[in-house]
């Protein structure tokens, strides 16, 4: 990932890291506690994306193998993990607790979320009759994606902050957004 001015993560203090990016490195610390694979598996199921950006055709897995041997280059993962300043966020635990208290049919429990940019996750929904886009594409929030349980090529999307969580469905791609419940925090 190209790290521009946009996407740079954030120091303690909130100025930009030139080091790491937004999803994996905010206020100073990083977004999420897991091992290079299980990024390797959480970044894999962005190969569409891959493959638009780089013009390529790569399946998960050929882009997996690829993540597996760009990744222990990185700094992230050349330092030892007593070292790293992880993400304990409180709040970040409460909005996991809080999703998972919704019970929404067929969806998984959560155990993780990560920093993600509102411009990559907004979707457009249909409401009332209007298209409409609920995310800033300028903000960052905590969110994931799941595969809809009993549903294959259906997801859950999840994206929320102090003020809100947001749950949608939808298919491959983003296709046929469907908005499950947005609610108040």
Not at 20 to 46: H, L, N, P, R, W
């Amino acid at each position: 990932m190209p790290l521009t001015d946009e996407i740079l993560g954030t120091n303690a203090d909130g100025s930009k890291n030139e080091e790491y990016c937004i999803y994996c490195f905010k206020d100073g610390a990083f977004t999420g506690d897991f091992t290079m694979e299980e990024m390797v598996e959480f970044c894999s199921q962005f190969v569409d994306q891959y493959n638009q950006d780089a013009g390529q055709q790569l399946t998960r897995e050929e882009y997996k193998e690829i993540l597996r041997q760009y990744y222990p280059n990185l700094k992230r993962w050349n330092t030892p993990c007593e070292d790293l300043p992880h993400a304990t966020n409180p709040q970040k635990q409460q909005m996991i607790e809080e999703i998972n208290a919704l019970a929404i049919k067929d969806m998984p429990v959560i155990d993780n979320l990560f920093v993600l940019q509102g411009s990559f996750v907004n979707m457009e929904y249909h409401i009332n009759g209007n298209a409409v886009y609920l995310l800033d594409n300028e903000e960052s929030y905590w969110g994931t994606q799941v595969e809809k349980l009993n549903a294959e090529g259906r997801c859950f999307g999840i994206a929320c902050n102090e003020k809100f969580i947001l749950v949608s469905e939808y298919g491959q791609d983003g296709a046929d957004a469907e908005l499950v419940i947005l609610k108040r925090r």
